[in-house]
């Protein structure tokens, strides 16, 4: 986890800016204890930032800002591109040996942009990631998030500035700060306890949708932003072309891909661990890093003295059967309620995740041994692990015997009363 921060425009024009970003980066910094930089270009009016945590390449060779190896392109980058060997092997069979000046994904992903253009560039790159990326040539930034969304940035006007970054608290430093709450926001939250892209709780700041880039030349006001990949689509292309194997070939099929997963997700040049529940899904995550690692994985774990919230034994009987390296920390009813006051300046915005207590705790617990865990996390809404899954499946069985008529006719009388109607019920 990285923080990046840039604005293009308003003090980024002017000798200010390189105090600007620095201070935004610094609000952040949580996000990169390892170092920090910054690059500006007056004449252009773009400053960005970065606070850095070193996983690849732990030399200057991975600081950023980086620039390209031609000099055109500057880059700001959070997260992790885990097939950045591939692509590496890529270039220098497509263009020559690449005069490389280190090891990390970051340069590897400027050298494709260079070589492969940027949406082929992103097509390519299989990883958790956002980034900020100033063409000098096209005097144009450059904002780009991965295809799930796993790593945030945050993008709007302030004054005269477009401006960046990882979290909402970075944009405070800005001159023209003025935070108004979007009430439009707020109702989404209600409905989804959170708040999807492209909305932030902040009327006028927006999330960069997941799978998308925006383009923001200097001679258009309103950025241009494209998708480039779409989990639609492929969830469309699955149906389509259905697995054919059976039972058992698609157990050997999953595990094929979570090893092929697990293996670039495992590249780190710091200590690495995992998040363990003793559940299916981070079970099934430590076994395959087990079986990948030639040591034992550091696992954590937290537990709980009320019986209906602790997993904690499940967690030790799993990593006592797999011989991970395991760490556990059981805590009071005190030490969670303790965490509700930090809850403001860990989220930028409001979350509604109960979730989000035990999993700060955990990677506290974590963060004294390892500075990368994986985790289960995803693995109920891609395998459909929650109750609701099963229910709607078994409630469609029922439903799909009904005449697709009569099924027509019912749908549209629940659609003639009025919403008013609904709302005086419901108070």
Known sequence: MCGIVGIVGGSGATSSGAFTVRRMADMIRHRGPDGDGVWTDAAAGVALSQRRLAIIDLSSAGAQPMTSHSGRYVIVFNGEIYNHGDMRALLDRDYGDHAWCGHSDTEVFLAAIEGLGLKKALELSVGMFAFGLWDRRERALVLGRDRLGEKPLYYGRVGQAFAFASELKAFHPLPDWCPEIDRNALMLLMRHNYIPAPYSIYRGISKLRPGHFLVLSENIREPRVERYWSAKEVAEQ??????????EEAVDEVERHLRRSLEGQMIADVPLGAFLSGGIDSSAIVAVMQSISSRPVRTFTIGFAEAGYNEAHHAEQVARHLGTDHTELYLSERDALDVVPQ?????????????????????????????????????????????????????????????????????????????????????
């Open 343 to 427: 809850l403001p300046s860990i989220y930028c915005e409001p979350f509604s995740d109960s979730s989000q207590i035990p999993t700060f705790l955990v990677s506290k617990l974590a963060r004294g041994s390892v500075a990368v865990a994986l985790s289960g996390d995803g693995g109920d809404e891609l395998f459909s692990g929650y109750t609701r899954y099963a229910l709607a499946d078994a409630f469609w069985n029922k439903l799909s015997r009904i005449p697709i008529g009569l099924r027509r006719v019912s749908a549209s009388l629940a659609t003639l009363p009025p919403p008013d109607l609904y709302n005086n019920v419901a108070g």
């Open 238 to 247: 699955g149906r389509l072309d259905r697995f054919q194997g059976s039972p």
